[in-house]
Every structure is written in C-alpha cells, then in structure tokens.
T-cell receptor, first 113, second 114 residues
Framework: DTEVTQTPKHLVMGMTNKKSLKCEQH?????MYWYKQKAKKPPELMFV???????INESVPSRFSPECPNSSLLNLHLHALQPEDSALYLC????????????FGAGTRLSVL | GQNIDQPTEMTATEGAIVQINCTYQ??????LFWYQQHAGEAPTFLSY????GLEEKGRFSSFLSRSKGYSYLLLKELQMKDSASYLC???????????????FGRGTQLTVWP
C-alpha cells in the first residue's frame, strides 16, 4: 500500500479566509512533504518534515503555515492567500532510509478568489 | 545551482518505443527518479536509479550514467494510456538535512497517437 490521502480534493477560498489542507499516510514513513504545482510546471518544494520536525522551509511566505501533529498527519494552514497562490498542492511521504522514494497524494486543487 | 534538463514534448505511436532523456547538474547526487503524471493527477513513481546501469520494470526501463550526468526512461509497447508528463527528478544534498531534496525537471509531455 503506497497511499497518501489528501483532503479536500478541491477548495475555493477568498483572500480573507482561513482554511487547512490535510494529508495522511499509514505507511510508517517518517518524512512528509508539501509541494505546490502550477499548470504545466514541475512540483515546487515548500516544506519537509522529518520525524515530525520541520527540516526544510523553502522560503515560503508566512501565509502558509505547516503543522505535523504526528507521524501520520501533515497539515497546511492557509491564511490571507493571494490569487497567485491558486495551484495544485501535493503532499508526499517517504522513508528516511534507503531510496527515500516519495509517494504523492492526489493533491488539493486550490482556487483563491 | 541545480539544473535538470529534459525535452518539453515528444510524440509516438501506439506499439512503438520511446526514449526520454534527462541530463542533470546538481549539488550532490543521491539518486535519480522518474515519475509519471497525468493531467490534474498526482505524480506516480516509476523508477529509481542510484548506481550506473539499467533498471527494468515491465514495459519501462531507466538508465543512469553518473559520470555523464545522464539518464533516460525507455517506454516499450506504447499504449494510449501512456500519454502523460514524465518528470525526471534528482535527489541532491541540503545542508543540515539527511534527506536531501528532489530537484525536478520541467517534465516531458508525451503524446501517444493511435
């Protein structure tokens, strides 16, 4: 089983809203990732958590706030987003050792109005 | 800096063989990955190479030459469902992180015609 589950699948929000994206995996992976992907572009890394600690922050604006409540869950809290933040947000997870193959969730399609 | 280069588009016909090339220059190297991504869907893992040579998995094979900074993905017996974007990604080093991170190429959009 290589399933990473993301909710919601679609989200429309205004620039003053606060919302959260959720990601869950039960593969025992200890590394989890958030990516942002615009149409016809590759995924852009946002954050990496390793053993529930923030390991990498790719200089992401503070209106995006990640949280890792436990080893299976990863959240991305959104506040005061801009229309240019509209994108597909992908979560991935991997083991810490070996090939570190990242398995992706289906993503949340976000539209900011 | 990091540079992953792959062709933007390729076309082929059903039943044919296609080779998608990827060249890279990265800070450190800890493996090269190929992902398939259908429009609007998540990237799906296809293959992983960390040592030089060919890895075969069914209709898909991937090759790596670390000395040349070069990889290719070979797709045999093409099917219509293989129409997708193929992403080459290299895991490079990040200071202070044992995980490193993936650097993605821009993706190669493959169209398979009947």
């Amino acid at each position: 089983d290589t399933e990473v589950t993301q909710t919601p699948k679609h989200l429309v929000m205004g620039m003053t809203n606060k919302k959260s994206l959720k990601c869950e995996q039960h593969m025992g992976h200890r590394a989890m990732y958030w990516y942002k992907q615009k149409a016809k572009k590759p995924p852009e890394l946002m954050f990496v958590y390793s053993y529930e600690k923030l390991s990498i922050n790719e200089s992401v604006p503070s209106r995006f706030s990640p949280e890792c409540p436990n080893s299976s869950l990863l959240n991305l809290h959104l506040h005061a987003l801009q229309p240019e933040d509209s994108a597909l947000y992908l979560c991935a997870s991997s083991q810490e050792q070996g090939g570190n193959i990242q398995y992706f969730g289906a993503g949340t399609r976000l539209s900011v109005l | 800096g990091q540079n992953i280069d792959q062709p933007t588009e390729m076309t082929a016909t059903e039943g044919a063989i296609v080779q998608i090339n990827c060249t890279y220059q990265t800070s450190g190297f800890n493996g090269l990955f190929w992902y398939q991504q259908h429009a609007g869907e998540a990237p799906t893992f296809l293959s992983y190479n960390v040592l030089d040579g060919l890895e075969e998995k069914g209709r898909f094979s991937s090759f790596l030459s670390r000395s040349k900074g070069y990889s290719y993905l070979l797709l045999k017996e093409l099917q219509m469902k293989d129409s997708a974007s193929y992403l080459c990604a290299v895991r490079g080093e990040v200071r202070g992180s044992t995980l490193g991170r993936l650097y993605f190429g821009r993706g190669t959009q493959l169209t398979v015609w009947p």
